[in-house]
C-alpha cells in the first residue's frame, strides 16, 4: 500500500470535541436537541441510530429517538414531525431513510421544518445550497468535503468525479466540490466507459452501493479516492451469519495507486455522524439568533 489512509474515526472525534466545547460554551442559551425517527426496524439503521444517539449525549446535547412501527400510517408520521418542529427543545430533526415504500420520501421531508432539517434534505436546503447561500449541508457529502480540504489544502481546479447521483450523497457532494471550484464529473449507472472518466479524476467520491466496484487500475496515480460505500458482506472466515463492512471501492489495489484514501469502516461513517452533530449546533445557533460557530463552518 502507497496510499496514506485517511483517518476519518479520528478526524471525526475532533469535529466532535470541538462541538462538545461549543454546546458547553452556549450552555447559557440552552440545550441544543436532536431527534431521530426511525420507522421499521431494519438492522443497519439501528446500528446507526443507537451510535448518533450515544454521540448527541456524549457532545452534551438532548438525544431523542421515535421509533415507528413499519406499517404506520403518513398522518401519523407527519403528526409527530409537526409535533417535532413546534417543541422548542428540538434544534435538529432526522427522519432514517430509507422509508417504507408506502410512505412518500419527498412529502415526509419537505414537512421537517427546513430550519431544523439537520440533514440538509429539505427542497429549500437543496435549493439554498444550489445557489450558495446559507443552508444545511447534507452531513455525508459534508465530511466528505472536510477530509478532502484538510488533505488538500485548496481544491480549486482539480478534477474531481462523483460517481453515485442520490439526492443524499451524489448530488450534494457535486455542489460541494463546485462552490469549492473543481471541475465536477458526475458519473451514474448509464455512463460509459466510466473507468476512463474516473481515470482523469484527481478526486474520485463514489457512492454507489456495490461492493468492491472501483479496482486500483480505474484510478490515476496520486489521486484522493473517497470511498462512501457501506456495503455488508458474508464474512466466511467469521462463522455462521456473520458479515464484514467494504466499501464501494477494492481497497487493496485502489490504495497501491491512490495518494490518499478513506477506508471502510473508519472513513466517511463517523464524519457523517459528527457532522450531523455539527448541524444540529449550527440548527440551535440559528434558532437562537446567535452566530454559527466559525470553525464549523462550511
Ligand atoms: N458513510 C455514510 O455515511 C453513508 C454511506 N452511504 C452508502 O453509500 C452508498 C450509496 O448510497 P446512496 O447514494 O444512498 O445510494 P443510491 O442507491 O440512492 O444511489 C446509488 C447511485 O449509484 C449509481 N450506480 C449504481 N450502480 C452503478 C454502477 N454499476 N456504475 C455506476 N454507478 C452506479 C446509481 O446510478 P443511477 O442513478 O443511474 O441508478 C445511483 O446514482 C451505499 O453503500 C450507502 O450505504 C449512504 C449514506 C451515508
Ligand atoms: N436521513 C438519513 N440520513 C443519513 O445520513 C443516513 C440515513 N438517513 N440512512 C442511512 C445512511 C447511512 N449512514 C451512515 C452513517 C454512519 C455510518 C458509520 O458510522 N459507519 C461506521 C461503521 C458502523 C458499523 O460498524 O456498522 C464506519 O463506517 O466506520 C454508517 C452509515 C447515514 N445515513
Not at 463517523?270 to 440559528?286: E, G, K, Q, S, Y
Request: aromatic share 2%; glycine share 10%.
Amino acid at each position: 500500500m502507497s496510499a496514506r489512509s485517511i483517518d476519518g474515526k479520528a478526524f471525526a472525534a475532533t469535529v466532535r470535541s470541538r462541538v462538545a466545547e461549543q454546546v458547553a460554551a452556549l450552555a447559557a442559551h440552552g440545550q441544543p436537541g436532536l431527534a431521530v425517527v426511525l420507522v421499521g426496524a431494519d438492522p443497519a439503521s439501528e446500528v446507526y441510530v443507537r451510535s448518533k444517539g450515544k454521540m448527541t449525549i456524549e457532545v452534551g446535547m438532548k438525544s431523542v429517538e421515535h421509533r415507528l412501527p413499519a406499517d404506520v400510517s403518513e398522518a401519523d408520521l407527519l403528526g409527530l414531525l409537526a409535533e417535532l418542529n413546534r417543541d422548542e427543545t428540538i434544534h435538529g430533526i432526522l427522519v432514517q431513510l430509507p422509508l417504507p415504500a408506502h410512505l412518500d420520501e419527498n412529502q415526509v421531508i419537505n414537512a421537517i421544518d427546513p430550519a431544523k432539517d439537520v440533514d440538509g434534505f429539505h427542497i429549500s436546503n437543496v435549493g439554498l445550497l444550489g445557489t450558495g447561500q446559507k443552508s444545511m449541508v447534507p452531513c455525508t457529502p459534508l465530511g466528505c468535503l472536510m477530509m478532502l480540504r484538510d488533505y488538500h489544502g485548496s481544491l480549486s481546479g482539480l478534477d474531481a468525479v462523483v460517481i453515485g447521483r442520490s439526492n443524499i450523497v451524489g448530488k450534494p457532494m457535486a455542489q460541494l466540490l463546485l462552490k469549492d471550484s473543481c471541475t465536477v464529473t458526475i458519473a451514474h449507472s448509464r455512463t460509459k466507459n466510466i473507468e476512463a472518466v474516473v481515470k482523469r479524476a484527481d478526486i474520485v467520491v463514489v457512492a454507489v452501493g456495490r461492493p468492491e466496484m472501483v479496482k486500483g487500475d480505474w484510478i490515476k496515480p496520486g489521486t484522493t479516492v473517497i470511498d462512501v460505500g457501506i456495503n455488508r458482506i458474508d464474512a466466511p472466515g467469521k462463522g455462521e451469519g456473520k458479515a464484514r463492512l467494504v466499501g464501494d471501492c477494492h481497497f487493496d489495489s485502489c490504495a497501491e495507486v491512490a495518494g490518499a484514501i478513506t477506508p471502510v469502516p473508519g472513513g466517511v461513517g463517523p464524519m457523517t455522524i459528527a457532522c450531523l452533530l455539527a448541524n444540529t449546533l449550527n440548527a440551535f445557533c440559528d434558532q437562537k439568533g446567535l452566530p454559527r460557530p466559525r470553525d464549523l463552518a462550511v
